[in-house]
């Protein structure tokens, strides 16, 4: 049942770098009544929508390719954001 698109929805953040999977996430997500940021697709985006964005909620991909892992983006949402719970599936 689709929640009602309003500013009472969670505002969530899609970190992915699989350009498919992501649009399927947020497509899905927003078809849901979900207020969905623009993915980040890399590390450095993602940091930066946490800052700008500042989402209630983070769906991450810790295998994301680069430098950085998505479990790096983990560490700075624990440290600097006050995004607390975590789940996590395989």
Request: net charge negative; proline share 4%.
């Amino acid at each position: 049942m689709p929640i009602k698109s309003d500013n009472t929805a969670p505002k969530i953040l899609i970190v992915e770098d699989e350009a498919s999977i992501a649009m399927d996430l947020k497509d899905f997500l927003e078809d849901q009544g979900y207020n969905v940021c623009p993915v980040a697709y890399s590390y450095d985006q993602a940091v930066n929508f946490l800052a700008d964005e500042k989402p209630d909620v983070v769906l991450l991909d810790i295998a994301l390719k680069g430098r950085e892992s998505g479990l790096d983006v983990a560490r700075v949402i624990t440290e600097k954001h006050k995004i607390v719970r975590n789940l996590t599936y395989q």
